[in-house]
């Protein structure tokens, strides 16, 4: 992309709406506009990071054999009667009538909805286990949206929901989504802590809270700091196998990790002093195992191996889709701006051309774009005719991990300069070698 073609509404001051540094910065870098509170547009810088954001969390929901699918953002009223949430939601509940005087509602969460689709059509557990899951737009009509997108009305969420015959199944079913929600956000550059939490309007007694440790975070934690040691990495695993699957999970819960929610000072007490910890946390995604209680109350039920009906185990997954894209800049910035990890950047590599008009920089710039594209790299060239101190501050506050700068001085020595964007630290190379070393830093992401 060519910024001169491009649609960037940096701003050049602070907003003064802005309390955290996440949502200051993605109005700063031109990447969601507000349309009312809580409800944003997504300008193209930040359309694009959802959207990595989203694949991300696609490529690790099939990786585990979970199933793709895309449910409606409104839904009638009748289904959540039958499971009784209808009242129970209260005013976080979008209530709309059709021109028909119908009750219709825009969904805050689709437990209802995928219970009905599935008793619709299973009613064998030979059709057992299944995970279906989409990604949409969510409203929930919060008390107080803030923050930007952290705690919107209107927020992308990824929500998936098993279905199994028993609650050995469904529990190992949880234990899966644990693994791949550790791997989602890994990706994403991040370390999200599962935490024992409360299971509020979605029910159950089984659930762990993701948790992004930020100062910013509105959920207060407290957790024994080993917890902080773990990593997923590169491991292979069978999501078909239960050992390794309970195997994760214990290895990441069994260390003391909860929300205020659930917090015990007993338990915090028996950890050693040394590794006690109360911090703030962002919540970027829960896990539930609630049972039967929407099978039981929508009828949702299958023929078990010996003929009886019995209602199917559920559970169900949330991660928070929008609410990451704030989250990583939480944990990902400078005085300057963002710092986008490079398994999420809107695009990989900055060019910054110092002397626009030049016919060599200009000619160079092209050619690093070009072999660039040729890479499956996604450049981003700021060819407008701007000093060069706004270009940088611009890439800065963008927050693109590489930058490519080229100009008339160095293109003399048959070299550019490539700059981290993390570390500040800046090497001189041809251009061929520059490339080479961004496509490397890119290969298996
Ligand atoms: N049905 C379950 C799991 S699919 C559910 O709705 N879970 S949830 O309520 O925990 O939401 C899932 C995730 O959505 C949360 O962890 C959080 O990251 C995100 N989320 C919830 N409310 C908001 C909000 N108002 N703004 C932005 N993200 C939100």
């Known amino acids: 992309m060519r910024l001169s073609r491009y649609f960037l509404p940096v701003l050049k001051e602070n907003p003064s709406e802005a309390q955290i540094v996440s949502h200051r910065l993605m109005l ?12 944003y547009s997504w300008l193209p810088m930040g359309f694009k990071v959802l959207r990595k954001l989203e694949n991300i969390v696609h490529e690790e929901q099939v990786r585990a054999g979970h199933i793709p699918m895309l449910m409606p953002t409104l839904q009638s009223a009748d289904l959540w009667r039958e499971s009784g949430r209808y009242d129970d939601y209260g005013q976080e509940m979008l209530r709309i009538k059709d021109r028909h005087d119908r009750d219709m509602l825009y ?9 009905d689709i599935f008793r619709s059509h299973i009613g064998s557990y030979k059709d057992l286990p299944l995970t279906l899951y989409h990604i949409q737009w969510k409203f929930r009509d919060e008390i107080r949206p803030r923050f930007g ?23 190992h079913a949880y234990n899966r989504h644990l693994v791949t929600y550790l791997r989602t956000y890994e990706r994403m550059g991040l370390q999200a802590i599962p935490m024992r939490a409360d299971s509020g309007p979605i029910g159950g007694d089984n659930t762990h809270e993701f948790l992004v440790l930020a100062d910013t975070g509105e959920s207060e934690v407290f957790y024994d700091s080993a917890v902080t040691d773990l990593t997923f990495g590169d491991r292979e695993i069978d999501y078909d196998s239960v050992e390794q699957c309970q195997s994760v999970l214990e290895e990441f819960t069994s260390k003391y990790a909860r929300t205020d929610e659930t917090h015990d000072e007993a338990l915090f007490n028996a950890i050693p002093e040394d590794r006690r910890r109360v911090a703030r946390g962002i919540e970027v995604g829960q896990i539930f195992y609630f049972g039967t209680k929407y099978s039981e109350a929508m009828n949702a039920v299958v023929q078990g191996p010996d003929g009886k009906q019995v209602p199917v185990h559920m559970g169900s997954h949330g991660i928070g889709v929008s609410r990451l894209v704030g989250a990583i800049i939480e944990a990902s910035h400078d005085d300057n701006g963002i710092i986008w990890p490079e398994g999420v950047t809107p695009y990989h590599c900055g060019i910054v051309n110092l002397k626009q008009g030049d016919a060599e920089a200009d000619a160079a710039c092209d050619a690093l774009y070009a072999s660039l594209t040729a890479l499956g790299l996604e450049p981003l060239y700021d060819d407008r005719n701007e000093r060069a101190g706004g270009k940088f501050a611009t890439m800065d506050l963008i927050g693109l991990p590489w930058r490519i700068t080229v100009g008339p001085r160095g293109l003399k020595n048959g070299v550019v300069e490539l700059t981290s964007r993390r570390t500040g630290e800046s090497e001189e190379l041809p251009p061929e070698e520059a490339v080479k070393k961004v496509a490397e830093i890119y290969a298996g992401l």
């Open 107 to 115: 969904g805050p969460t689709n437990e209802e909805l995928i219970t």
């Open 28 to 39: 700063r870098a031109g990447m969601i506009k507000q349309s009312s509170a809580g409800i």
């Open 149 to 171: 997108v952290m705690r919107g009305r209107e927020f992308f969420m990824k929500d998936g929901y098993n279905f199994d015959l028993t609650k050995e199944d469904a529990l």
